[in-house]
């Protein structure tokens, strides 16, 4: 992803949640922190409301009219007066201080104490699962100036414009750069037994394939020297697994087929001639015939100086045929293999180095042993280079839930491109998922295998990977079908970073000038439109904030006036007034009262209410400064603390 890309913040609907769960606010990672540690400390502020609403269910519940002994009574005035914290300890001490003195203190105590440490246990974890309310390396949305499609992307400019020359040189250097970060991302993400860091850094899900073995040959009879192998993608969703956002009316799905084979070379394989090329000087060739490249009349030629030139490591040629390429000095191939509705990659592999062991795979076989001092035997192939056909079908649906079902023809990448250019493509696609597969297109094509092998060629193999100088590492006898499923992954990885790739632009700011930025209105929009995941960033849920403080809200409301509620309803009801009296003479202020009360200390009214209050004016002492049996060796505790307060040598008289 370009540098120059930046991610949105503020809210956004993420599609994949519906219009309402969508509902995302995406902020920087350092901020997150902050909202993350006030919706715990939010969440811990609510459950403290949530225990006195449970704890004033429960002593009215437990409220009674007739004679109870000591325990219930400090029952009551812990639910009536302790958070839960200390509800739970002082229920427990008191079930042990009752011992012996009323009955099954333990077995009356317990069950409460295990009911306040259920709340405490329920709401720290509430406040810790707060957290996931946002996602580190969640989905965020892409904001780059430098958005678009590369206005060279079909290769077709005048080799004598300088800035087209420029601008070609430019996007070969960024496909291949992205064609090797699509082999990395393949290698580490797709079928690896551990996932890397940067597998997260896309937010569509890895693209699933269906292999077919034994299936028959893409092109006509006797051309594959074994049972073709298949890959059908299946449908390959806009959103889900190339992380556009969008509504899913406005997405499209892209399938794909890959059918590839080991293809003859009997009938299509000159004998050595003699070279007539400059170059080659008194050297021989030996060509090989499946399609012709405007004046060539030949699609592959091999020099018996091979040996010396291609002695390190493989090397892998291509020729393309693009279905109906009409165009001057296009491939034409032969009708053995050619298709009118895919296009057709011929693939030859070429090592000039020995393996240690006979290879029966038929596009690596090397069979023919070297005669030589060494022990044991090594062998090499028996034949310059042999072929591997792929045929390639492209296809755009719309998406399952669509309500007008419907699917462009299988074509090759040409013919899509024609189709869209004479608006001939089909499939009843609205103008947003037009600017979609639009947008696909060239993505489509740069992740073929012809494209991609292009870009890597050797690098391509991984047999060759284990390869070192001349000494193959040595392929099993399937080895051509590890290669082509390790090309479908390639290409599927490819696809997956080129969207996101399109919505950032280039990381090089010398070639951002040869991007061009969309002029349609879904055009622009689809700069806007693209999700990845960002480690910088953290993305919360709109919903769950709004729940989390809009019930949070509600129950700190019912925490606080639920007294009040029940207490006018009872009085209006003359029913249950004596559990609202309970209520309110077990108030740690009524408590108060009654201390003083019991000193003939102040002159009380509200007596019934929660909070007691006094005559206009009246002072006095605290209660401790009356009670005259708690003594110290040099008299009252009471008078002493009052001396030591006021400054006197003796108390003043209360």
Not at 233 to 249: C, F, K, M, Q, V
Not at 400 to 417: D, E, N
Not at 556 to 577: C, E, N, P
Request: glycine fraction near 6%; charged fraction near 20%; proline fraction near 5%.
């Amino acid at each position: 992803m370009s540098s120059a890309a930046e991610i949105y913040e503020g809210v956004w609907i993420d599609w994949s949640k519906g219009r309402v769960r969508g509902v995302t606010l995406t902020i920087d990672s350092n901020n997150a922190v902050f909202l993350t540690a006030f919706l715990a400390l939010f969440i811990q502020f609510v459950g403290s409301s949530w225990w006195a609403v449970l704890a004033f269910a429960v002593h009215q519940f437990k409220a009674s009219k007739h004679p109870q002994d000591g325990l219930y009574h400090q029952h009551q005035v812990v639910f009536r007066n302790a958070p839960a914290g200390t509800a739970l300890t002082l229920l427990l001490q008191s079930g042990r201080a009752w011992r012996n003195i009323v009955k099954r203190p333990l077995l009356r105590s317990l069950p409460w104490a295990l009911f306040a440490a259920l709340h405490i246990a329920s709401w720290q974890a509430a406040a810790i699962m707060s957290a996931r309310i946002g996602a580190q390396d969640g989905d965020v949305l892409l904001r780059s100036p430098h958005c678009g499609d590369w206005n060279n992307a079909r290769e077709d400019l005048p080799s004598y414009d300088r800035t087209a020359a420029d601008s070609l040189l430019a996007y070969w250097r960024h496909n291949r750069q992205l064609s090797l970060l699509s082999s990395t991302y393949a290698s580490s993400c797709y079928n690896a037994s551990t996932e890397q860091s940067h597998c997260k850094t896309l937010s569509g899900k890895p693209v699933n394939w269906t292999t077919t073995y034994d299936v028959a040959c893409p092109f006509t009879p006797g051309m594959c020297d074994r049972p073709a192998l298949q890959m059908d993608t299946g449908p390959i969703d806009s959103h889900e697994h190339l992380g556009i956002n969008a509504r899913e009316s406005d997405r499209v799905t892209y399938h794909r087929i890959t059918t590839c084979a080991p293809v003859t070379k009997k009938g299509f394989e000159s004998e050595w001639q003699n070279a007539t090329e400059p170059d080659y000087p008194g050297q021989r060739h030996r060509d090989l015939y499946y399609g012709t490249l405007g004046p060539r009349n030949f699609t592959h030629r091999i020099y018996n100086t091979s040996d010396i030139e291609q002695a390190l490591g493989y090397n892998v040629d291509l020729m393309s045929f693009l279905a109906n390429d009409t165009r001057a000095n296009s491939s034409v191939a032969i009708s053995n293999i050619s298709r009118t509705d895919a296009d057709v990659t011929l693939a030859f592999l070429i090592f000039n180095g020995i393996y240690l062991d006979p290879v029966t795979d038929p596009w690596f076989r090397a069979n023919v042993s070297i005669e030589s001092d060494w022990t044991p035997t090594l062998y090499k192939r028996e034949r310059e280079a042999t072929v591997l056909g792929c045929v390639e079908q492209h296809q755009f649906c719309q998406p399952a839930s669509s309500k007008t079902p419907g699917c462009t023809a299988r074509m090759g990448y040409w013919q899509l491109q024609q189709a869209l250019e004479y608006n001939t493509l089909g499939g009843q696609f609205n103008p947003r998922q037009m600017a979609v597969v639009r947008r696909l297109v060239n993505s489509v094509y740069d992740s073929t295998v012809f494209r991609f092998i292009m870009q890597l060629n050797a690098g391509i193999l991984k047999v060759g990977r284990a390869t070192v100088g001349i000494v193959s590492a040595q392929p099993s006898d399937d080895q051509w079908m590890i290669e082509v499923q390790w090309w479908q992954a390639i290409a599927m990885s490819s696809m997956q970073l080129r969207a996101v790739d399109w919505a950032s632009g280039p990381e090089d700011p010398a070639s951002r000038q040869f991007v061009q930025f969309p002029t349609t209105p879904e055009g622009r929009e689809m700069c806007n439109n693209q999700k990845v995941r960002k480690s910088t960033h953290t993305s919360f849920s709109v919903l769950g904030i709004g729940i989390v403080f809009g019930l949070g809200l509600f129950i700190v409301f019912l925490g606080t006036f639920i007294h009040s509620i029940v207490d006018r309803i009872q009085r209006w009801t003359h029913r249950g007034t004596y559990r609202g009296l309970d209520w309110a003479w077990n108030g740690m202020l009524q408590l108060q009262r009654l201390g003083f009360e019991g000193r003939n200390i102040g002159t009380w009214s509200e007596k019934d209410d929660v909070v007691p209050t006094t005559a206009a004016g009246e002072k006095f002492r605290p209660l401790f400064a009356t009670n005259p049996e708690l003594e110290l060796d040099d008299g009252p505790l009471a008078q002493k603390i009052l001396r030591e307060d006021s400054g006197l040598s003796q108390a003043p008289t209360l």
